[in-house]
């Protein structure tokens, strides 16, 4: 009987960049997915400039747009844009940029099953069995890299707590070098427009209020580039602002990337987060392999948490004070923004930083 030391469910970032770094170093993965690959996965494919850290080389051959600045509106009328000396974010597609991961797995030693869905697990006392639609495979670790609707996460038996519903569309439109996020069009949430190669962009909204999302975009991309009832698609995006709010799984059953509610909670960035979930795995596999998830649930709580604190905090006063914090982009904090997409800074800087700026702009 074939024991691996991973089997990982889903073939998105999160599964495909936590395979990639264990069987590098020898460990037995496999990587199944529901779908055939490249497939396609909704997504504005911006990619902040810190995540070069992660990625295996070849990145920039998937670069459709290279981003230098950022534009902040507010209900589509005030604008404010700040520019960086060099690139901040890339504009990737989602199709080759999972492919791709999935490839650099695949050629570090991992296997594939595509069209492979997952359905159960048991544990036994040395490995876990996995049920599939293509048969039963054992492994000593189970990874839930399967995305918001994660089959391993309710198996484990956990729900889903706190996310944004997300809605997007792609349509033709010129921008380069910059993306807008838009203020004031939601509760809790924006709305982005980030340029998306081939003369495209992306424009979507996320919000974690009860709007009617697919039509206030309707309405801003009638509004702004002329284009008459667009049929949005839909999704969602699931984050943590809590130390609890992330779940790293249990026993030999871990869960990294959506599953795992590892996304910020200010802009809904999870790509990043789930290499870096990723990450987290595999330092823990090399540590100690019959302790993974001890020292994985340790290396998130300690590392990746506190961003997501001081990120929520941030979230909470933004969207509260939508104005304010709009007005706040003249000052330093789009500076501070485009700091912390470059991996100069974190969260609890710009946070810190940000609070005096914010009673500030409070007063006018
Ligand atoms: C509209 C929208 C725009 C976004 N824009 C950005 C952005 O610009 N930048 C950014 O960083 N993040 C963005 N995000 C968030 C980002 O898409 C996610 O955080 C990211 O995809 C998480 O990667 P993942 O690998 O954890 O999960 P996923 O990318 O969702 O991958 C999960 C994989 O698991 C597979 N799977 C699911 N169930 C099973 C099963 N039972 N058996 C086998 N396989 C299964 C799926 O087929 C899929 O391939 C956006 C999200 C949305 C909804």
């Not at 990625?55 to 990145?59: D, E, S, T």
């Not at 890299?145 to 994660?150: H, K, L, N």
């Not at 974690?208 to 009617?212: I, L, P």
């Given at each position: 009987m074939k024991i691996y030391d991973f089997v990982v469910v889903g073939a998105g970032p999160s599964g495909s960049y936590t395979a990639f770094k264990l069987s590098r170093v020898g460990f037995k993965v496999l990587v199944i997915d529901k779908y055939e690959f490249p497939r396609d996965k909704l997504c504005g494919g911006c990619l902040s400039k810190r995540i070069e850290g992660f990625?295996?080389?070849?990145?920039k051959n998937l670069v459709k747009n290279e981003i230098k600045g950022g534009t902040i509106g507010y209900r589509g009328s005030s604008y404010i844009t700040k520019f960086s000396d060099d690139t901040i974010a890339y504009i990737i597609h989602r199709r080759d940029f999972d492919n791709f991961l999935l490839e650099s797995a695949r050629e570090s030693g991992a296997e594939f099953i595509p069209a492979c869905e997952f359905e159960s697990f048991i544990t036994d006392k040395d490995w876990i069995k996995v049920h599939t639609s293509k048969g039963v495979f054992f492994t000593k670790y189970l990874v839930g890299?399967?995305?918001?609707?994660?089959k391993v996460l309710k198996r484990l038996g956990f729900k889903r707590r706190k996310y944004y519903r997300a809605v997007e569309v792609f349509i033709k439109g010129e921008l380069s070098e910059r993306v807008i996020i838009e203020l004031g069009y939601v509760k809790r949430g924006y709305l982005w427009v980030f340029p998306s190669g081939e003369g495209t962009v992306s424009v979507g909204i996320a919000s974690?209020?009860?709007?009617?999302i697919a039509l206030i975009l309707r309405d801003y991309v009638e509004r702004k580039?002329?284009?008459?009832?667009v049929r949005c698609k839909g999704w969602f995006i699931p984050f943590s602002?809590?130390?609890?709010?992330i779940n790293t799984g249990k026993g030999n059953i871990l869960l990294v990337g959506d599953s795992a509610n590892m996304t910020d909670p200010l802009l809904g960035e999870g790509i990043f987060y789930g290499l870096w979930g990723g990450e987290l795995l595999f330092k823990s596999a090399l540590k100690d392999f019959d302790y993974v998830w001890e020292y994985y649930m340790d290396y998130v709580r300690k590392e990746m948490v506190p961003e997501f604190v001081y990120a929520g905090k941030i979230a909470s006063l933004a969207y509260r004070f939508q104005k304010v914090a709009f007005r706040m982009g003249r000052g330093k904090a789009l500076e501070r923004y485009i700091d912390l997409l470059k991996g100069i800074r974190g969260y609890k800087h710009i946070y810190r930083r940000g609070l005096i700026d914010f009673f500030l702009s409070l007063l006018g």
């Open positions: 990625i295996p080389q070849g990145l890299a399967d995305g918001f609707y994660s974690t209020g009860s709007e009617n580039f002329g284009v008459k009832d602002e809590k130390a609890e709010d």
